[in-house]
């Protein structure tokens, strides 16, 4: 089993990013949960601090830029860490409450967006196995340029492939 509380909780610095985690408005937390797993499917190219910023301070908690960063990076070190080691939301959802460093509040919250996600993951793979879709098998591919009367001309491209359906 792995243990999401390892290597980075040994750090002061985790425990003081995961007291911010707990101060945050859950609507802002919500927001981050969802930004950072969008982030770590690769579905977004960046989480946006400045928005999650604007909105502690329009909820009334008041911290800086280095503040968010801090809860971002803590959250996605959680996210990350369950996802490597294939936690179910039970499974975090324990750790976490086991470790007496995060509220209920936020426990709650980050183990919501987890169940999603895990969720959302198994009925994506559930689909990729009723699709049925070809494996590449070959490719290949040639680029040429003839040249006649010392005149570049159009350049000649072949891309060959072929499937394990005979295409």
């Given amino acids: 089993m792995v243990d999401v509380m390892s290597a980075y909780a040994v750090s002061g610095g985790f425990t003081d990013a995961a007291a911010i985690v707990n101060k945050l408005p859950q609507d802002v937390l919500a927001e981050m949960c969802q930004m950072i797993l969008k982030f770590i499917k690769h579905d977004t190219g960046i989480i946006d601090t400045a928005t999650l910023l604007s909105k502690c301070q329009s909820a009334g908690y008041s ?14 070190h ?9 936690l179910g ?10 470790s007496a460093t995060w509220s209920e509040e936020a426990v709650a919250v980050i183990v919501q967006f987890w169940q999603q996600q895990t969720a959302l993951s198994e009925m994506s793979q559930q689909s990729c ?5 070809g494996k590449l098998i070959d490719l290949q591919w040639k680029l040429g340029v003839s040249v006649r009367l ?14 394990d359906q005979g295409r």
């Fill in 63 to 76: 911290c800086t830029q280095e503040a968010v960063q801090s809860a971002v990076n803590v959250v996605a």
């Fill in 89 to 98: 939301a039970d499974e975090l959802s324990n750790q976490l409450q086991g």
């Fill in 150 to 163: 010392q005149r570049l001309q159009e350049p000649q491209r072949t891309l060959c492939y072929h499937d």
């Fill in 129 to 133: 196995h009723s699709v049925n879709t």
């Fill in 78 to 86: 959680i996210y990350r860490t369950a996802s490597r080691g294939c």
